[in-house]
């Protein structure tokens, strides 16, 4: 990582925020540009990172050529533009950022490139689709299309339940959000009643068993599709080949991944949960730094959670990451 930190600042001064979007695992990579701060290789000042005099010496002598930052991905969707203009009046001003429920929110553009996806791949028209958690208000967004045949919220944040059953009354699906913690079983009326389940589970291999888990209980038996975002940014790549594993095991197959797909809104508590950022760098972002890759799972029939009934009680500490630690 060293070396390719070298080869895009050989390009010129970067954002610090903008570089942590593009690199994988965070904690990796802040530790990487510490180290090279404290070497006198680069320097950080107003969250510019720009390379010192013996930082493009020793670019030159390890014959590094300037290079772009990795992209965000191949992710080229064609976005309905009045939805997102719609979804925009309902979600700007509505922030639903409480620390004790992980809750982040996705930019209106992610929202709706997943819902272009979604589309594009079959998942919308006539479905009857549940969200597992739903801070980023994607309720909304899929009632505005007007497409599916079903839509049901499950959160644990009234705030969320108000705001989204008014709005989805408005829309023509009357009452469809409804309390629901997932520690807890997920009640008869959610059970097998579902084409679809949507969810950003708590990056974290239990967070995303648990969610996943609740999902395959609510769709119907005969299978179904996903759609779940993880991030790279604050999980190893230990951790991902564990939920692929434990996906795999439930009875899903990955079968569309949509790298740095969905973007966040930089946050107001993001400096409540990133700790030990490296001296010179403002603790706010300009835009999106935090991204999300989408995935798309088939659940075959039969498949099984890990996580079943009041299993999830013994998930209750550990389950939401409240810290990244750099």
Same mark, same amino acid.
């Given at each position: 990582?060293?070396?390719?930190?070298?080869?895009?600042?050989?390009?010129?001064?970067?954002?610090?925020?903008?570089?942590t979007?593009?690199?994988?695992?965070?904690?990796?990579?802040?530790?990487?540009?510490?180290?090279?701060?404290?070497?006198?290789?680069?320097?950080? !000042?107003?969250?510019?990172?720009?390379?010192? &005099?013996?930082g493009?010496?020793? &670019?030159?002598?390890?014959?590094?050529?300037?290079?772009?930052?990795?992209?965000?991905?191949?992710?080229?969707?064609?976005?309905?533009?009045?939805l997102?203009?719609?979804?925009?009046?309902? &979600?700007?001003?509505?922030?639903?950022?409480k620390?004790?429920?992980?809750?982040?929110q996705? *930019?209106?553009?992610?929202?709706?490139?997943?819902?272009?996806?979604?589309?594009?791949?079959?998942?919308?028209?006539?479905? @009857?689709?549940?969200?597992?958690?739903?801070?980023?208000?994607?309720?909304?967004?899929?009632?505005?299309?007007?497409?599916?045949?079903?839509?049901?919220?499950?959160?644990?944040?009234?705030?969320?339940?108000?705001?989204?059953?008014?709005?989805?009354?408005?829309?023509?699906?009357?009452?469809?959000?409804?309390?629901?913690?997932?520690?807890?079983?997920?009640?008869?009326?959610?059970?097998?009643?579902?084409?679809?389940?949507?969810? !950003?589970?708590p990056?974290?291999v239990?967070?995303?068993?648990?969610?996943?888990? @609740?999902?395959?209980?609510?769709?119907?038996?005969?299978g179904?599709?996903?759609?779940?975002?993880?991030?790279?940014?604050?999980?190893? &790549?230990?951790?991902?080949?564990?939920? !692929?594993?434990?996906?795999?095991?439930?009875?899903?197959?990955? *079968?569309?991944?949509?790298? $740095?797909?969905?973007?966040?809104?930089?946050?107001?508590?993001?400096?409540t949960?990133?700790?030990?950022?490296?001296?010179?760098?403002?603790?706010?972002?300009?835009?999106?730094?935090?991204?999300s !890759?989408?995935?798309?799972?088939?659940v075959?029939?039969?498949?099984?959670?890990?996580?079943?009934?009041?299993?999830?009680?013994?998930?209750?500490?550990?389950?939401?990451?409240?810290?990244? $630690?750099?």
């Open positions: 990582m060293k070396n390719k930190i070298l080869s895009c600042l050989l390009k010129g001064s970067i954002d610090f925020w903008k570089m979007s593009r690199m994988t695992y965070m904690p990796d990579f802040v530790s990487v540009l510490k180290k090279m701060g404290k070497a006198g290789l680069v320097e950080i !000042e107003n969250s510019l990172v720009s390379l010192t &005099a013996k493009k010496k020793t &670019a030159a002598s390890l014959k590094l050529s300037p290079q772009e930052l990795p992209s965000l991905g191949v992710n080229e969707v064609k976005v309905d533009q009045k997102l203009r719609d979804y925009k009046k309902y &979600a700007e001003g509505k922030l639903f950022e620390d004790e429920f992980d809750q982040l996705i *930019t209106p553009l992610g929202i709706s490139k997943k819902i272009a996806v979604m589309k594009k791949l079959g998942d919308l028209k006539g479905k @009857r689709i549940v969200c597992l958690g739903d801070d980023d208000l994607m309720g909304i967004a899929l009632a505005l299309t007007g497409e599916p045949k079903q839509i049901t919220v499950l959160d644990i944040d009234p705030e969320i339940l108000d705001y989204e059953n008014s709005v989805l009354k408005k829309l023509g699906y009357g009452k469809s959000a409804f309390p629901c913690n997932f520690l807890k079983p997920l009640t008869e009326r959610f059970k097998g009643k579902y084409d679809v389940f949507i969810t !950003e589970p990056d974290t239990k967070g995303v068993a648990l969610f996943f888990s @609740r999902g395959i209980e609510a769709l119907d038996k005969r179904g599709a996903a759609y779940l975002g993880i991030s790279r940014n604050d999980l190893k &790549a230990v951790d991902i080949s564990k939920i !692929e594993k434990d996906i795999l095991q439930m009875g899903g197959v990955i *079968t569309d991944m949509f790298s $740095h797909f969905e973007g966040y809104n930089p946050s107001q508590i993001d400096f949960w990133v700790k030990g950022l490296p001296s010179g760098v403002n603790k706010k972002a300009k835009e999106s730094w935090f991204y !890759e989408l995935l798309r799972v088939q075959l029939a039969g498949a099984t959670p890990l996580i079943k009934g009041s299993q999830g009680e013994k998930f209750r500490k550990g389950f939401i990451k409240t810290e990244i $630690h750099l």
